[in-house]
C-alpha cells in the first residue's frame, strides 16, 4: 500500500514539472522560409537567420524574427530588401503570438503527432494582422517540441504596406513583376529550459 501511494506521489510530482515547464527556441534547430516570384515565373526560396521564441506553460507561444537577418544568397538583395522593403531601420523585427490550446508544454510525447489549427497574430513591419494556420506538433527527444507548417501560410504584400517597398525593389532591379503573395513555412524546435 504504501508502494502504490509513493509511486503516485512520483507520478505527480514528475506531472506537475512536466507540464509547467518553459522552452525556448532553438534558433540552429529552426527554419523560417518564404517564397518570392519575380517575372511571373521565376521563384526563389529565402530565409531568416536569426529567431527567438519561447512557449509557456499554458501554451502561449510568441517568436521574433530578426528582419535584418534575411537570407536570399544575393547580398545587394539583401541589402535592398532590409531598406526598401522591411525598412529594418524603422522595423527591426516581425513578431508572431499564439496560443496553442490544449496542447500544453509536456503533453506531447515524444514521437506523438498532433496537428492544430491555430491563430497567429503577425506583427509586421508596423501592421497587426491574424491569420490561421495549421501546425504539426511532434514530441521530440529531451522532452523538445517540433512545430512546423502544415502547408505554406500564404501572406498578402499590402496587409502590411508592403507593397509600396515591392514596387521600389521592382524599380531598382527594373523587373516587370515581383508578386505580392508571398507563401510562408516554417520548422522550429523549443527545447525545455
Known amino acids: 500500500m504504501r ?5 503516485v506521489m512520483v507520478i505527480l510530482i514528475f506531472f506537475s514539472l512536466t507540464v509547467q515547464a518553459q522552452y525556448q ?18 521563384g526563389e526560396v529565402h530565409s531568416f537567420s536569426q529567431l ?3 512557449i509557456n506553460d499554458k501554451g502561449f507561444a510568441s517568436i521574433r524574427v530578426n528582419l535584418a537577418s534575411v537570407k536570399t544568397h544575393i547580398e545587394i538583395r539583401d541589402e535592398r530588401m532590409k531598406s526598401m522593403l522591411f525598412e529594418t531601420d524603422r522595423f527591426p523585427e516581425a513578431v508572431v503570438t499564439t496560443q496553442i490550446v490544449g496542447i500544453q508544454n509536456g503533453l506531447v510525447a515524444m514521437g506523438e503527432r498532433v496537428v492544430k489549427t491555430v491563430e497567429l497574430s503577425l506583427n509586421l513591419h508596423g501592421q497587426l494582422k491574424t ?7 511532434v514530441g521530440l527527444s529531451n522532452g523538445a517540441l517540433g512545430v512546423s507548417s502544415v502547408k505554406p501560410i500564404l501572406l498578402n504584400a499590402a496587409d502590411f504596406e508592403l507593397d509600396a517597398g515591392i514596387e521600389k525593389l521592382m524599380d531598382v532591379a527594373k523587373l516587370p513583376s515581383i508578386s505580392t503573395a508571398v507563401p510562408v513555412s516554417f520548422n522550429l524546435v523549443f527545447k525545455p529550459e
Open 3 to 7: 508502494l502504490n501511494k509513493t509511486f
Open 25 to 42: 527556441l532553438d534558433e540552429g534547430e529552426s527554419s523560417l522560409y518564404f517564397v518570392s516570384i519575380k517575372k511571373n515565373k521565376i
Open 52 to 54: 527567438a521564441g519561447s
Open 131 to 137: 491569420l490561421l494556420a495549421i501546425v504539426q506538433i
